[in-house]
Structures are given as C-alpha cells and as structure tokens.
C-alpha cells in the first residue's frame, strides 16, 4: 500500500495493486458517482445520511456550490462551522466509484470535533472507515493541523475500533442533545 499525495494535485490517495483510492473535494464531474450514494442510503433506508445527500439528487450543481460555500464559511447555517468536504473515490474500473463522505471542521465542535466521515452502506465491513481515516488525518496534517478530535456513538464498535487502531485517545463520554445518544470523544495527535 502506498500513502501519498499526488503531483497533480493535493489530492491524497492510497494504492493497491491496480486499485487506487483517493480523498478528492466534490466536483461535478463524479455527479453520477456521488448520486449513486444517495441512492445506496435510499437502498438500505439510512435516512440519517440521506438527509445529508439527498440534495445532490435534485440540484446537483446547487449541492456542489453549498460544499464550496460552507468550506469558504459562506450561508452556513447559524450555529454551525466552515468544514470541507472530501469523497473518497475508488479507481479501478472504467467508471469511479464514491464510497464515503469525509468531513474537516476547520475549528473544533465541542459535540462533533474536528472529523466526521462515514461509508455508504453496500462498502461497509471492508476496511474503507480505516482508509478514509487514514487519509482524512493525512488532508488534515498537511493543512497544518497538530491534533484532531473525533466523536462517536458508544455503540458504533467498529469505528470505535477504528479510531482508537488510528492512535485515538480517549477524553471523555457525553449525552449528545441533538440525538440524545451517548458519544464518545477521542483525540488523535497528528
């Protein structure tokens, strides 16, 4: 496996074999790609995420405007903060393939810290929440970050897995008022 960033562009990407992955900011030349992920959380009825996405069904280029907007700290919602959004895409066939939605909070969210990410349902329990994380703390270190912090639900086990197998240090545990679920904090020193 090889981990680096491309000459290209700051584009990070990991290789495998013929297969290679890559964290790229939303761009409309994946429109089909990335609605095939809404559709996959329309599939396994998550609407949690597909809150999240749906919007790129029906306005995909107004979607695409929104993520750049909210990266810049442009219409974002009140009480919300600038964050930029990353799709980890697979290259290895003749079309490209979203499989997860990376986010970086550019200041800590008290509730939410610094990442989120998650993987589309059809990609989940095959090492791809490792592989976003991974490059996600890579995007976030070359952007000059010294630590990130993280939250997850106390029953999701397999990204708590992931993040405490990344170098996660466990800070604390919190009722989330949003959701009213029980979260726990980590930080990761880059």
Same mark, same amino acid.
């Given at each position: !496996?090889?981990?680096?960033? /491309?000459?290209?562009?700051?584009?990070?990407?990991? /290789?495998?074999?013929? !297969?290679?992955?890559?964290?790229?900011?939303?761009?409309?030349?994946?429109?089909?790609?990335?609605?095939?992920?809404?559709?996959?959380?329309?599939?396994?009825?998550?609407?949690?995420?597909?809150?999240?996405?749906?919007?790129?069904?029906?306005?995909?280029?107004?979607?695409?405007?929104?993520?750049?907007?909210?990266?810049?700290?442009?219409?974002?919602?009140?009480?919300?903060?600038?964050?930029?959004?990353?799709?980890?895409?697979?290259?290895?066939?003749? /079309?490209?393939?979203?499989?997860?939605?990376?986010?970086?909070?550019?200041?800590?969210?008290?509730?939410?810290?610094?990442?989120?990410?998650?993987?589309?349902?059809?990609?989940?329990?095959?090492?791809?929440?490792?592989?976003?994380?991974?490059?996600?703390?890579?995007?976030? /270190?070359?952007?000059?970050?010294?630590?990130?912090?993280?939250?997850?639900?106390?029953?999701?086990?397999?990204?708590?897995?992931?993040?405490?197998?990344?170098?996660?240090?466990?800070?604390?545990?919190?009722?989330?008022?949003?959701?009213?679920?029980?979260?726990?904090?980590?930080?990761?020193?880059?």
């Amino acid at each position: !496996m090889v981990l680096g960033l /491309k000459h290209t562009s700051s584009d990070l990407y990991l /290789k495998e074999g013929t !297969m290679t992955l890559q964290l790229v900011e939303p761009c409309l030349e994946l429109k089909q790609a990335f609605q095939e992920v809404s559709w996959d959380y329309i599939h396994h009825k998550d609407n949690y995420y597909l809150n999240k996405y749906k919007a790129a069904l029906d306005d995909f280029e107004g979607y695409i405007t929104e993520l750049i907007n909210t990266s810049k700290g442009i219409n974002i919602e009140e009480g919300w903060v600038p964050f930029t959004t990353y799709w980890l895409v697979e290259y290895s066939g003749e /079309k490209p393939h979203v499989i997860g939605n990376f986010r970086l909070r550019h200041v800590r969210v008290e509730s939410a810290g610094h990442i989120g990410y998650d993987i589309r349902p059809s990609d989940r329990r095959k090492g791809y929440g490792r592989k976003i994380l991974e490059l996600g703390l890579a995007k976030a /270190k070359s952007l000059n970050f010294n630590e990130v912090y993280l939250t997850v639900d106390r029953t999701n086990e397999s990204s708590i897995r992931i993040i405490e197998s990344t170098g996660g240090t466990f800070t604390r545990e919190f009722l989330d008022d949003e959701t009213s679920e029980t979260r726990r904090e980590y930080v990761i020193t880059l």
